[in-house]
């Protein structure tokens, strides 16, 4: 007798367990698990499966009107899936228990430049406009030092209605890809239909060592002013023309922090 209601027992305490799960409430689990130190979350509602966080702070950067929701098919692959909404984009998180490999896919979120120049630092001439990043896929890597790697970044970022502070101009929009190719950081920087006509390339090798290559061509009604900011960073080749020409290498610090292959 035991023999034939021992299986159906089974199956009913797992699904009992996994109901349970689903429906602790996630502030509750938030108390139980601290965060880390740079990250402060306020009015958190809701389940595991599915809620709403009203403020998040991470390394200083404000985030607001989360709502997110929980992907249960990716426990199939002993993953944790959620799908993010808030108030300045969207994109998809997963995490792996085992690995602690985290992977950011189908990011799309917009932030204008007056709420990224706090983290800029101290700049001679602070940009307006906005910026869009959109990237298919971010890897994130947690060694068994507890350091943080980021690799496999494929994606680009947009800056719409490009301009300076003080400055009453649009320059347009500009585009900067980024891939991974041949154990590298390909770049590519474009103009989109603007006032600056810019080609330029770059790379990163594993070793630190980068390269920069960027010609520009200035439209012939472009401000004084915005020419006379193009050469302190930009050698003037010949009328309306510049050209920046970089290499060197970065700080093994900085290189540490990225992956350099397509594999966790």
């Given at each position: 007798m035991m023999k034939k209601i021992w299986k159906p027992a089974l199956f009913f305490v797992f699904c009992l367990a996994i109901f349970v799960v689903i429906n602790i409430p996630v502030a509750l689990v938030f108390k139980q698990v601290p965060l880390p130190k740079n990250i402060n979350l306020y009015d958190v509602k809701g389940r595991i499966t599915s809620g709403?966080?009203?403020?998040?702070?991470?390394n200083n950067i404000d985030i607001r009107d989360i709502n997110y929701e929980a992907d249960l098919s990716c426990l199939i692959t002993l993953e944790v899936c959620y799908e993010i909404n808030y108030q300045n984009g969207k994109t998809s998180i997963s995490f792996n228990p085992l690995t602690q490999n985290i992977i950011i896919e189908q990011l799309d979120v917009e932030y204008s430049m007056a709420e990224l120049t706090p983290l800029m630092g101290q700049l001679?001439?602070?940009?307006?406009?906005?910026l869009n990043l959109k990237f298919n896929q971010i890897n994130i890597k947690q060694n068994n030092a507890n350091q943080i790697k980021i690799g496999n970044i494929d994606g680009q970022v947009i800056w719409r209605n490009a301009g300076i502070e003080?400055?009453?101009?649009?320059l347009?929009?500009?585009q900067l890809?980024?891939?991974?190719?041949?154990?590298?950081?390909?770049f590519k920087l474009?103009?989109?239909?603007?006032m600056l006509d810019i080609d330029g390339t770059g790379r990163l090798k594993s070793n630190g060592e980068y390269l920069i290559d960027i010609k520009i061509k200035a439209d012939l009604s472009l401000d004084n002013n915005i020419k006379s900011m193009l050469?302190?960073?930009?050698?003037?080749?010949?009328?309306?023309?510049?050209?920046?020409?970089?290499q060197g290498l970065l700080p093994p610090h900085l290189t540490n922090q990225l992956l350099f292959s397509d594999e966790l």
């Open positions: 709403h966080i009203a403020t998040a702070y991470v001679l001439v602070k940009p307006t406009g906005e003080g400055e009453d101009i649009n347009g929009d500009y890809g980024v891939a991974v190719e041949d154990n590298s950081y390909r474009t103009d989109i239909k603007a050469t302190l960073a930009a050698k003037k080749k010949g009328l309306n023309e510049y050209a920046i020409n970089r």
